[in-house]
């Protein structure tokens, strides 16, 4: 079964990459200037070392020394949301032709120099980012960032590998989203319940949008965001702080800045009522989504709220021991697979999703009435000491053995800077959700989890022979591609 939040790509790609992991918002910068170093800690482990370059590159180092290898990620505040009508998937799109060759580069030798170097390398593309990253031996280092800053400024874009490459992103959009279902029920889910947020829209763009798309597009939007001023360089592993901030300088320091960007948020309005919608498709089961608009760090009124939110979902969805799992799969029977998520982790306000499949021989309202009385029971009764104490120790640990990767913790770090809320907030988790209280999940739940905030979609299976079904989307968190 597809979860929608948890495919964000931070978690696709881990996948990156929604998820997804929690941080509180109260923190401020540690930057003092242009060409200031400061020094924070990392949940308790080595400090993470930063330094803005004269022309507005961000470079965050956290040295990792357990194995010889480092993880060099380029995160670029663009993505999906920041698109308008009549582009979208734009970013998506150049995101695929960033491997198609510089002006001194040829397509493809990008990925060759990487791969002779013994490294692995990727990239992908969210709501809010779009991210590149190269793991190698530690030694190595300077290949990245040698390519990186060619890429930054100097992408050739040729018209001949962009009539190729469209076509590529054509088949990605119907084999991920026309061809599937869950998919396709997602999009239109999302184009129903936000009335104007950016978030209503695809990553991978909608296909008239595709169709019409053409290289001097993409040309345009590369100008105007893929600039030193809006990006973060991250380097985690095997490395002197020091050494890589001198790299950083050598290689990425003479690049341009590029327009000061501040774009303008779409904020959603409230909803005054519930939505519903069908989604016929070809398909062997029906299948539910159910969400409810709630705030992101960025926007919560109260810094706990989030926080809140994220135990909330854990009491329903957190393992064979939560209530989903031991009372609707387990014990009544009436769901197939259900499942929750939450991403505190967006740059705008989101939603709290649920989606499952019901048993066979369960109605899919039958499996809506048992997750509604589940939720009823979040809003009536406290979730006990003991529940709290299991689930919020699960919780934690799981955040705390992400960290035992150099990846996961420069995805991090990169995805805090780009979303606005500053990288030191990954300090924060482990005490905030430790401290959510019971009153706080029902606060939440009472506030939230109401009808006149929901929006319900319910895919209504079409014989699988059908040919003809509704066209669709990516999954929230974007793509990782093979290139």
Same mark, same amino acid.
């Given at each position: 079964?597809?979860?929608?939040?948890?495919?964000?790509?931070?978690?696709?790609?881990?996948? =990156?990459?929604?998820?997804?992991?929690?941080?509180?918002?109260? =923190?401020?910068? @540690?930057?003092?200037?242009?060409?200031?170093?400061?020094?924070?800690?990392?949940?308790?482990?080595?400090?993470?070392?930063?330094?803005?370059?004269?022309?507005?590159?961000?470079?965050?180092?956290?040295?990792?020394?357990?194995?010889?290898?480092?993880?060099?990620?380029?995160?670029?505040?663009?993505?999906?949301? !920041?698109?308008?009508?009549?582009?979208?998937?734009?970013?998506?799109?150049?995101?695929?032709?960033?491997?198609?060759?510089?002006?001194?580069?040829?397509?493809?030798?990008?990925?060759?120099?990487?791969?002779?170097?013994?490294?692995?390398?990727?990239?992908?593309?969210?709501?809010? !980012?779009?991210?590149?990253?190269?793991?190698?031996?530690?030694?190595?280092?300077?290949?990245?960032?040698?390519?990186?800053?060619?890429?930054?400024?100097?992408?050739?874009?040729?018209?001949?590998?962009?009539?190729?490459?469209?076509?590529?992103?054509?088949?990605?959009?119907?084999?991920?989203?026309?061809?599937?279902?869950?998919?396709?029920?997602?999009?239109?889910?999302?184009?129903?319940?936000?009335?104007?947020?950016?978030?209503?829209?695809?990553?991978?763009?909608?296909?008239?949008?595709?169709?019409?798309?053409?290289?001097?597009?993409?040309?345009?939007?590369?100008?105007?965001?893929?600039?030193?001023?809006?990006?973060?360089?991250?380097?985690?592993? #095997?490395?002197?702080?020091?050494?890589?901030?001198?790299?950083?300088?050598?290689?990425?320091?003479?690049?341009? &800045?590029?327009?000061?960007?501040?774009? /303008?948020?779409?904020?959603?309005?409230?909803?005054?009522?519930?939505?519903?919608?069908?989604? =016929?498709?070809?398909?062997?089961?029906?299948?539910?989504?159910?969400?409810?608009?709630?705030?992101?760090?960025?926007? @919560?009124?109260?810094?706990?709220?989030?926080?809140?939110?994220?135990?909330?979902?854990?009491?329903? #969805?957190?393992?064979?021991?939560?209530?989903?799992?031991? #009372?609707?799969?387990?014990?009544?029977?009436?769901?197939?697979?259900?499942?929750? &998520?939450?991403?505190?982790?967006?740059?705008?306000?989101?939603?709290?999703?649920?989606?499952?499949?019901?048993?066979?021989?369960?109605?899919?309202?039958?499996?809506?009435?048992?997750?509604?009385?589940?939720?009823? /029971?979040?809003?009536?009764?406290?979730?006990?000491?003991?529940?709290?104490?299991?689930?919020?120790?699960?919780?934690?640990?799981?955040?705390?053995?992400?960290?035992?990767?150099?990846?996961?913790?420069?995805?991090?770090?990169?995805?805090?800077?780009?979303?606005?809320?500053?990288?030191?907030?990954? #300090?924060?988790?482990?005490?905030?959700?430790?401290?959510?209280?019971?009153?706080?999940?029902?606060?939440?739940?009472?506030?939230?989890?109401?009808?006149?905030?929901?929006?319900?979609?319910?895919?209504?299976?079409?014989?699988?022979?059908?040919?003809?079904?509704?066209?669709?989307?990516?999954?929230?968190?974007?793509?990782?591609?093979?290139?």
């Amino acid at each position: 079964m597809m979860k929608p939040l948890f495919a964000t790509a931070l978690v696709s790609v881990l996948a =990156a990459l929604a998820v997804q992991p929690l941080f509180a918002a109260e =923190a401020g910068s @540690a930057i003092a200037g242009n060409g200031a170093l400061s020094n924070g800690s990392f949940a308790n482990g080595p400090k993470v070392h930063e330094r803005v370059l004269d022309n507005g590159l961000k470079v965050l180092v956290k040295r990792d020394d357990r194995a010889p290898i480092v993880t060099s990620q380029v995160w670029y505040k663009v993505g999906s949301s !920041y698109e308008h009508g009549g582009v979208t998937g734009v970013s998506h799109a150049l995101e695929h032709m960033m491997f198609k060759g510089t002006e001194r580069l040829a397509p493809g030798q990008f990925s060759r120099i990487i791969a002779e170097h013994g490294g692995d390398e990727n990239a992908f593309t969210g709501r809010d !980012y779009t991210a590149y990253f190269q793991t190698l031996a530690a030694d190595r280092l300077e290949v990245a960032f040698e390519l990186e800053a060619d890429r930054m400024r100097n992408l050739a874009l040729p018209a001949d590998e962009f009539a190729k490459e469209i076509e590529v992103v054509k088949e990605e959009r119907r084999l991920r989203t026309d061809d599937d279902p869950e998919a396709l029920a997602f999009e239109q889910f999302n184009a129903t319940a936000y009335a104007a947020s950016p978030y209503r829209n695809p990553i991978i763009g909608w296909q008239s949008d595709l169709d019409v798309m053409n290289v001097e597009t993409l040309r345009d939007w590369y100008q105007m965001w893929y600039a030193p001023n809006n990006a973060t360089l991250v380097v985690v592993g #095997d490395v002197d702080p020091t050494e890589v901030f001198a790299l950083a300088e050598q290689h990425f320091g003479p690049l341009e &800045s590029g327009p000061a960007l501040q774009p /303008r948020p779409r904020a959603e309005p409230v909803q005054r009522g519930e939505k519903r919608l069908s989604v =016929a498709a070809p398909a062997k089961e029906p299948y539910l989504l159910m969400g409810w608009k709630t705030p992101a760090l960025a926007d @919560a009124e109260q810094g706990w709220e989030p926080y809140a939110l994220e135990m909330l979902v854990s009491v329903l #969805d957190a393992g064979a021991s939560s209530r989903f799992s031991r #009372d609707l799969v387990r014990g009544d029977r009436v769901a197939a697979s259900v499942g929750a &998520s939450y991403n505190a982790f967006n740059r705008l306000s989101g939603m709290l999703l649920i989606d499952g499949t019901p048993a066979k021989g369960v109605s899919v309202a039958a499996l809506e009435e048992a997750i509604l009385v589940q939720l009823e /029971r979040l809003k009536s009764e406290l979730v006990t000491d003991q529940e709290l104490a299991r689930i919020r120790s699960q919780l934690i640990a799981g955040k705390v053995y992400e960290r035992d990767s150099v990846f996961y913790q420069a995805m991090l770090l990169g995805q805090l800077e780009t979303v606005g809320l500053g990288w030191e907030l990954v #300090d924060e988790t482990v005490e905030q959700l430790s401290a959510v209280t019971p009153e706080q999940i029902q606060r939440v739940a009472q506030r939230y989890l109401t009808q006149e905030n929901r929006t319900v979609a319910l895919l209504q299976p079409q014989a699988m022979e059908a040919a003809d079904a509704p066209p669709a989307t990516t999954m929230t968190g974007g793509a990782r591609h093979v290139h």
